[in-house]
């Protein structure tokens, strides 16, 4: 057994201080007469995917929002997704929209998400958006990456100037935080590698990260030898086994970082606060 050495970086409180400014402009909104709304949508009868929805649905009700939602069946057509997202794209009493990942394989997600409107994309990942990202202008963000940004800057963990490598390139985490912590702010303005396990020697750049940002999908694939001694690691890559969350950063990390998000409740509870913020976003863009 290893001993822990590294400060934890749990994101609840990070996911608390967001959700309180979430709060305050959805109060905001109501006082004004404005019911802020975040549909979603699922397609199938997937356990965990239903388990997220209402995870979703309960923060949304606690939260304020309206959260209308549509169930389709496993054997629903692309037609049939498409006429829900049309509908909801339509309804001015909807702001935000999110389609539930994975979809059944007879459906191509990316087809759907681009038929969204891309002001109501809470995921902040249609095409359109992280064209928007690349070319510095404003729109909703991906909510991973915007976690993570948030959590560095929550714990006042230097980013700008400093190396920041990132194992993973998807469009889901990798790809987009490198464009965000690339950006000339001063939360990020990072020199950043991204690099990934088509490198054979890939090691050899998560060695040098003063912040090392796992979003691989590959459990266990970060290990204390892949660390520099002192390093900020954060776990974004996650696998499921079933209900089991499976990291890509092996818990012996702790004994060479400097500082780490822990197992569970590091970058999950970010991502949703974000999914959050992009929906009262786009509540505030209708009425202003
Ligand atoms: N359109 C769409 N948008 C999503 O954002 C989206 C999606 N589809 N499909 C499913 C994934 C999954 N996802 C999670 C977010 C937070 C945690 C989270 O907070 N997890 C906790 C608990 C982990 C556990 O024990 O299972 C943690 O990381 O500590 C997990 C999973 C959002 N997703």
Redesign the pocket.
Known sequence: MSTTTAVLLPGAPVAEQILADVADRVAALRARGVVPSLATILVGDDDA?AG?IRIKQRQAAELGFASPHEHLPADATQEDLHAVIDRFNADPDVHGL????PTPRHIDYDTALQRVDPDMDV?GMHPLNLGRLAAGMPGPLP?TPAGIEALLAHYEIPVSGREVVILGRGATLGRPLAMLLSQKRPTANAAVTVVHTGVADWPRYTQRADILIAAAGVPGIIQPEHVKPGAVVIGGG?RYSG?R?LPDVDESCAAVAGAITPR??????T??AM?FRNAVTAAERRFT
């Open positions: 995917s997220y999110l389609i539930q990942y995921d909510c996650v209900r969350l569970v409740g590091g970058v999950g509870p991502t949703v999914l």
